[in-house]
């Protein structure tokens, strides 16, 4: 791993224009803002084993190495000018934005930490020499409540009802404003829940993990307390995410939001049960009663509509639910050396 500030520099000779075509840039390097995250990561490895030239962008250097060079850099603080000479000396092809995180954030901490990055980057692309592809990463969260049975698509209204999804929803739209005005040569990918290798701590499974990890390879019993498990969930595999992303960046550019998943609602009681057969642990799920059970309804359902990541991307997902869990499971246990071969299905 390299960690080093990018070179500031004048224009080069010969430099594209907001005018020019991206197709010749798509050759240059791919700079991945937080590509040290868990979507980040894999979205790494997708160009990488593509052979393209990865740069590994974030506010401070990864915790763990990355086989790419690193580039500290501060989207939100940095001067846009400074900002877009430090691209530009990168000369990048592409450019993906996975800054953004619904982890480890307070309300009051989402705006600045989702949308203004993004905003900022706009502001810096408009004054770029270069004109890379921007994959923007949104969520699905930016449409808030959906009515079950439904799913959500390019042509669904989003009407956010946290914080998240209305600082997600900022972000996207400015990449959509600039899509469609010409300015910016955009895709914005509306992403499902995710699940896969690498999942974090916090997350879902990453909380099931724990508890299992605790009890793998003992004669105890793994009791997982959860919230009440009672929504329908689209799970996605990481891997095809970043395959979306790979897809994205080749594509023509769309002043449509796409939708990534597997258009499919699965039970997150299903889930959770399919993670603890993975794991071969004898566990046992106990979920707590709903704090607030008015608001719990805005959980209850999501599903994507796919159709316009099949016809504008040429993408679908490849990896079914019991393969993403099955290695995620895989991964954890080889970071904490347990056999990978599960010695019994669980109950749940």
């Given at each position: 791993?390299v960690?080093?500030?990018?070179?500031?520099?004048g224009?080069?000779?010969?430099a594209r224009?907001p005018?020019?075509t991206?197709?010749?840039?798509r050759?240059?390097?791919?700079?991945v803002?937080g590509?040290?995250g868990?979507i980040?990561?894999?979205?790494?490895?997708a160009?990488a084993?593509?052979?393209?030239?990865?740069?590994?962008?974030?506010r401070?250097?990864p915790?763990?190495?990355?086989?790419y060079?690193?580039v500290?850099?501060d989207?939100?603080?940095?001067d846009?000018a400074a900002?877009?000479a430090?691209?530009?000396?990168?000369?990048?092809g592409?450019?993906?934005?996975?800054?953004?995180s619904?982890?480890?954030?307070?309300?009051?901490?989402?705006?600045?930490?989702t949308a203004?990055?993004?905003?900022?980057?706009?502001?810096t692309l408009?004054?770029?020499t270069?004109r890379?592809?921007l994959v923007?990463?949104?969520?699905?969260?930016?449409?808030g409540p959906?009515?079950?049975?439904s799913?959500?698509?390019?042509?669904?209204?989003?009407?956010?009802?946290?914080?998240?999804?209305r600082?997600?929803?900022?972000?996207?739209?400015?990449?959509l404003?600039?899509t469609?005005?010409?300015?910016?040569d955009?895709v914005?990918?509306?992403?499902?829940?995710?699940?896969?290798?690498?999942?974090?701590r916090?997350?879902?499974?990453?909380?099931?993990?724990?508890?299992?990890l605790?009890?793998?390879?003992r004669s105890?019993?793994?009791?997982?307390?959860?919230?009440?498990?009672?929504?329908h969930?689209?799970?996605?595999?990481?891997r095809?995410?970043?395959?979306a992303?790979v897809?994205?960046?080749?594509?023509?550019?769309?002043?449509?939001?796409?939708?990534?998943g597997?258009?499919?609602?699965?039970?997150?009681?299903d889930?959770?049960?399919l993670f603890?057969?993975a794991?071969?642990?004898?566990a046992r799920?106990?979920?707590?009663?709903?704090a607030?059970?008015?608001?719990?309804?805005r959980?209850?359902?999501l599903?994507?509509d796919?159709g316009a990541?099949?016809?504008?991307?040429?993408?679908?997902?490849r990896r079914?639910?019991?393969?993403?869990?099955?290695?995620?499971?895989?991964?954890?246990?080889?970071?904490?050396r347990?056999p990978t071969?599960?010695?019994?299905?669980?109950?749940?």
């Amino acid at each position: 791993m390299v960690n080093d500030p990018m070179p500031k520099r004048g224009p080069r000779p010969g430099a594209r224009g907001p005018g020019g075509t991206a197709e010749a840039g798509r050759r240059g390097s791919v700079l991945v803002l937080g590509g040290a995250g868990y979507i980040g990561r894999h979205v790494c490895a997708a160009f990488a084993s593509r052979n393209r030239d990865v740069v590994v962008v974030g506010r401070r250097p990864p915790e763990e190495p990355m086989p790419y060079r690193c580039v500290t850099l501060d989207l939100a603080g940095a001067d846009p000018a400074a900002l877009a000479a430090a691209l530009d000396a990168a000369r990048p092809g592409t450019i993906v934005n996975a800054v953004g995180s619904i982890w480890g954030r307070t309300d009051e901490q989402m705006w600045s930490a989702t949308a203004v990055p993004t905003l900022r980057l706009l502001e810096t692309l408009a004054l770029m020499t270069t004109r890379p592809r921007l994959v923007h990463l949104g969520s699905v969260l930016e449409y808030g409540p959906v009515r079950p049975g439904s799913s959500v698509g390019a042509d669904a209204v989003p009407r956010p009802d946290t914080a998240y999804g209305r600082s997600k929803l900022a972000a996207s739209e400015a990449v959509l404003r600039g899509t469609a005005g010409g300015w910016v040569d955009g895709v914005v990918l509306r992403v499902s829940n995710v699940s896969g290798p690498g999942t974090p701590r916090i997350s879902l499974l990453g909380q099931v993990a724990e508890r299992l990890l605790a009890a793998a390879g003992r004669s105890t019993e793994a009791v997982v307390e959860l919230s009440r498990l009672r929504a329908h969930r689209d799970y996605v595999d990481v891997r095809d995410v970043a395959d979306a992303v790979v897809a994205a960046a080749y594509a023509p550019a769309v002043p449509v939001a796409v939708g990534i998943g597997r258009g499919e609602a699965v039970a997150v009681r299903d889930l959770v049960d399919l993670f603890i057969e993975a794991s071969g642990t004898p566990a046992r799920v106990v979920e707590r009663p709903a704090a607030d059970r008015a608001s719990g309804h805005r959980d209850d359902w999501l599903r994507v509509d796919i159709g316009a990541a099949r016809t504008l991307l040429g993408w679908e997902p490849r990896r079914s639910l019991q393969e993403s869990v099955r290695d995620c499971w895989k991964a954890l246990a080889r970071a904490h050396r347990l056999p990978t071969t599960p010695s019994k299905p669980s109950g749940g």
